[in-house]
């Protein structure tokens, strides 16, 4: 299986900050990687797919880039609403899987 | 509105059976495939099955294999997911989620349910 790593596991920034998340796959899944913010009690929700298309209704401070194996998320000025937990997830393969996620923290 | 709702969640006895239900609403429910996604209490997420839009292709997880069915009904637009042989590592709140690709699947998860909590506990 390909495992996703990502980092850091939390992050500690402000508002108005610009934040990137690093996503790693231990072997290349071309541009096949995901985005997801998730908040405590809720659904994930997609925000970034094939590495650095936007999700329907995501905020453009929202970015996605890589390719191969290693994998940016970038928040150009992080927002009050934007303090949850990202995730990565490859789809390469028919075995979904995702990175642990990093939290990203009122600094 | 485009929507996925889960049920069948509780408390249930390791080594005993539950099957959870997905009820969709809002769009052409015979035309994506769909997942189970689940994630334990303070854990990340983790993928546990797909199921093909015509049902004719299903993907497990290692952990799952041989334990879990998936199946859909899209005369009801409907998934389901049987649950047997339940270990309290199952424990978890389960999701169902669409694969955005359609027919033409894999892809990312665009619509998500609000989950249903599984208990696996003696």
């Known amino acids: 299986d390909i495992q996703m790593t990502q980092s850091p596991s939390t992050l500690s920034a402000s508002v108005g900050d610009r934040v990137t998340i690093t996503c790693r796959a231990s072997q290349t899944i071309s541009s096949w990687l995901a985005w997801y913010q998730q908040k405590p009690g809720k659904a994930p929700k997609l925000l970034i797919y094939k590495a650095s298309s936007l999700g329907s209704g995501v905020p453009s401070r929202f970015s996605g880039s890589g390719s191969g194996t290693e994998f940016t998320l970038t928040i150009s000025s992080l927002q009050p609403d934007d303090f949850a937990t990202y995730s990565c997830q490859q789809y390469n393969s028919y075995s979904w899987t995702f990175g642990q996620g990093t939290k990203v923290e009122i600094k | 509105q485009v929507q996925l709702v889960e049920s069948g969640g509780g408390v249930v006895q390791p080594g005993r059976s539950l099957r959870l239900s997905c009820a969709a609403s809002?769009?052409?429910?015979?035309?994506?495939?769909l997942h189970w996604v689940r994630q334990a209490p303070g854990k990340g997420l983790e993928w546990v099955a797909v199921i093909s839009y015509d049902g004719s292709n299903k993907y497990f997880a290692g952990s799952v294999k041989g334990r879990f069915t998936i199946s859909r009904d899209n005369s009801k637009n409907t998934l389901s997911l049987q649950m047997n042989s339940l270990r309290v590592e199952d424990t978890a709140v389960y999701f169902c989620?669409?694969?955005?690709?359609?027919?033409?699947?894999?892809?990312?998860?665009?619509?998500w349910g609000q989950g249903t909590i599984v208990t696996v506990s003696s």
């Open positions: 989620a669409r694969d955005r690709g359609g027919g033409d699947f894999p892809d990312a998860f665009d619509i």
């Open positions: 809002g769009f052409t429910f015979r035309s994506y495939a």
